[in-house]
T-cell receptor, first 116, second 114 residues
Framework: AQTVTQSQPEMSVQEAETVTLSCTYDTSESDYYLFWYKQPPSRQMILVIRQEAYKQQNATENRFSVNFQKAAKSFSLKISDSQLGDAAMYFCAYRSVNGANSKLTFGKGITLSVRP | DSGVTQTPKHLITATGQRVTLRCSPRSGDLSVYWYQQSLDQGLQFLIQYYNGEERAKGNILERFSAQQFPDLHSELNLSSLELGDSALYFC?????????????FGPGTRLTVT
């Protein structure tokens, strides 16, 4: 079974600075998807960024980018130029490419606070 | 707005009772997933339906059941409720329910069992 680990329960960043959120995972599959979801106080789950394991290039979405290290099974999220609206809980998630197993497996999440 | 709707937004009920949570997927999506978010268990997958048929099962208790109707909306039934069932229940939908599809989350139903 796949597992996702987020070992840091909380992090804090100064507005306009850069912060990196860590995630490791375990799987025996060679192809899969990895995600970062944001959950603000409204509790809505918002997809931040997605990485396909067979792509070596790290995904980027505006101020958000990932550092995907497949051999190390590491998938960190970098938020540049942090904004107050980035304050939220962030979840790392794994999904198999296998069509019969498309559930998302989540880490415990990390609470990010942004200091003005 | 993801296009996935869930009702009700909030539900408060007593132990031993039964409740039904409802989910309408995005237009065109055939697959529905249910997830539970609790303080103890975090976010975990419960069950998936595709075009009316159960496709995958996760950590769903026997007291819980779900179904997907011909119009593709889904209901999650929780019975003999316990305090520990208090959680945020999310529904997500995707087009074909396979690994390559994006899952779009609804706003969730917050269940409080007293």
């Amino acid at each position: 079974a796949q597992t996702v680990t987020q070992s840091q329960p909380e992090m804090s960043v100064q507005e306009a600075e850069t912060v990196t959120l860590s995630c490791t995972y375990d799987t025996s599959e060679s192809d899969y998807y990895l995600f970062w979801y944001k959950q603000p106080p409204s509790r809505q789950m918002i997809l931040v960024i997605r990485q396909e394991a067979y792509k070596q290039q790290n995904a980027t979405e505006n101020r958000f980018s990932v550092n995907f290290q497949k051999a190390a099974k590491s998938f960190s999220l970098k938020i540049s130029d942090s904004q107050l609206g980035d304050a939220a809980m962030y979840f790392c998630a794994y999904r198999s490419v296998n069509g019969a197993n498309s559930k998302l497996t989540f880490g415990k999440g990390i609470t990010l606070s942004v200091r003005p | 707005d993801s296009g996935v709707t869930q009702t009700p937004k909030h539900l408060i009920t007593a132990t031993g009772q039964r409740v039904t949570l409802r989910c309408s997927p995005r237009s065109g999506d055939l697959s529905v997933y249910w997830y539970q978010q609790s303080l103890d268990q975090g976010l975990q997958f419960l069950i998936q339906y595709y075009n009316g048929e159960e496709r995958a099962k996760g950590n769903i208790l026997e007291r819980f059941s779900a179904q997907q109707f011909p119009d593709l909306h889904s209901e999650l039934n929780l019975s003999s409720l316990e305090l520990g069932d208090s959680a945020l229940y999310f529904c997500a939908s995707s087009i074909t329910g396979t690994g390559g599809d994006e899952q779009y989350f609804g706003p969730g139903t917050r269940l409080t069992v007293t």
